[in-house]
């Protein structure tokens, strides 16, 4: 059974709309990262929450907003899509932050921006 | 620039061969995991370091500090051992960044 949930597994948007990414883990693990995987840049960090709290961020834009509602989910909001946000979102988790711990991947959301 | 830098971008190697894949960091990189991307999109772990050696069936992977490199020895080459591999360095608290990768091909 897969520990790490990924919905939906595909998703097809049209440019301009709004898609939001789920992640739960059911590890028991107090840290969760989101991740984005395309042919110019493969496995790109983006965000990572500790206890719900913003850890580290790399994305630049505000149309991706991670939601926390509880520990165990990291869900991934996209506002105004474009084409090029077209690549494999992963969420991942790990026990907890910092150093000594381990990284475990969902099996990714495939987005598609028309 | 990159902070991770993996070589070869891409190997091939015949069933029951042996190869090493590294990985460069320009960062003071103080833990490294490596994974294994398979054909299917799935990433699993093969090891964490911090630095010093780990050994697991047919790989083994090695984490130099000091000299800011990893690698991952693959010692007799199987056809599954195909797919991408990945190294991931965490430093300073901030979560693990990856290297492009390299794929493998295991032929028989």
């Known amino acids: 059974d897969p520990k790490i949930i990924q919905k939906p597994k595909y998703l097809v948007a049209v440019t301009g709309s709004e898609k939001i990414l789920i992640c739960e883990q059911y590890?028991?693990?107090?840290?969760m990262y989101w991740y984005r995987q395309s042919a110019k840049k493969p496995l790109e960090f983006m965000f990572s929450?500790?206890?719900?709290?913003?850890?580290d961020n790399q994305t630049a834009s505000s149309r991706f907003q991670p939601q926390s509602s509880k520990k165990n989910h990291l869900d991934l909001q996209i506002t105004a899509l474009k084409p090029d946000d077209s690549a494999t979102y992963f969420c991942?988790?790990?026990?907890?932050?910092?150093?000594?711990?381990?990284?475990?991947f969902g099996s990714g959301t495939r987005l598609t921006v028309l | 620039g990159d902070k991770v830098k993996q070589s070869p971008s891409a190997l091939s190697l015949q069933e029951g061969t042996n190869s090493a894949l590294r990985c460069n960091f320009s960062?003071?990189?103080?833990?490294v995991q490596w994974f294994l991307q398979n054909p299917r999109g799935s990433l699993m772990n093969l090891f964490y370091?911090?630095?010093g050696t780990k050994e697991n069936g047919r790989l083994k992977s090695a984490f130099d500090s000091k000299e800011s490199y990893s690698t991952l020895h693959i010692r007799d080459a199987q056809l599954e051992d195909s797919g991408t591999y990945f190294c991931?360095?965490?430093?300073?608290?901030?979560?693990?960044?990856f290297g492009a990768g390299t794929k493998l091909s295991v032929k028989p």
């Open positions: 590890l028991g693990h107090n840290a």
């Open positions: 991931a360095a965490e430093n300073n608290n901030n979560a693990p960044r």
């Open positions: 370091l911090v630095p």
């Open positions: 991942a988790s790990s026990q907890g932050w910092g150093s000594a711990e381990t990284l475990y």
């Open positions: 960062i003071a990189a103080t833990t």
């Open positions: 929450y500790s206890y719900q709290k913003l850890m």
